[in-house]
Every structure is written in C-alpha cells, then in structure tokens.
C-alpha cells in the first residue's frame, strides 16, 4: 500500500500566536529538505497551502510542519505523497499558545 496522496494541506489556525506553514520533504536525492515559508498566519482563520508554491517538487514525500513565532514549531507525524492538482486535502487543526502549541490531524478531505 503506497502513500496517501494529497494536493493541498490545510490550516484551521486556533492557537493564540503567529505561524507559518512549511514543509519536510524528500528531494529526488533523496536528501530531507525544508520548503519555503507561508506568509504569516493568524489565529482564528483558515489557510490552504499547495506545497509546490513553497518549492515541494510533484510526487515527493511531504510532511506538515506548523512554525509558530517566537515559540515551539510543531512537525506532523503523517507523511503523504506530494501529487499537484490532486483534490485531496490533509487537514490540520493548530492550538495552544506558543510554549505550548497544539498541531491535530483531522483528516483527508475530498
């Protein structure tokens, strides 16, 4: 059974700091890289992030990684195929504050 693939991921931002989305992923040599950053993200709204924006190449490996400002950043621990244009969305919820943030799996939509 392969990786679930996904297109999108998707932040519902519930924690009481500043985050960013960025990403983990395996690089076609098969070396762990980070993406690019998001802009910043505030608490109480919601932000789809295709990771191809942020330099994820179509069919790597990716996992979510929540960087929270001036606290704790948080890594999932689902990991995904990358595929672009896919409809399927891995959807995180985040919480806390930033000493203690909160990062939640709900799920795949679509």
Do not use: C
Not at 52 to 67: E, N, R, S
Not at 71 to 100: L, M
């Amino acid at each position: 059974m392969g990786l679930q693939q996904v297109g999108k991921f998707k932040l519902d931002q519930d924690g009481a700091y500043v985050a960013r989305t960025e990403f983990h992923f395996m690089g076609d040599d098969g070396q762990w890289h980070w993406s690019q950053q998001t802009d910043n993200e505030l608490a109480g709204q919601q932000y789809t992030t295709d990771p191809g924006d942020l330099g994820v190449p179509d069919g790597a490996i990716v996992t979510f990684k929540l960087w929270v400002m001036a606290g704790y950043d948080r890594e999932a621990t689902q990991s995904f195929q990358y595929t672009k244009g896919s409809s399927k969305t891995a959807e995180y919820r985040s919480s806390g504050i930033t000493v203690n943030p909160g990062l939640q799996f709900n799920g795949i939509l679509g």
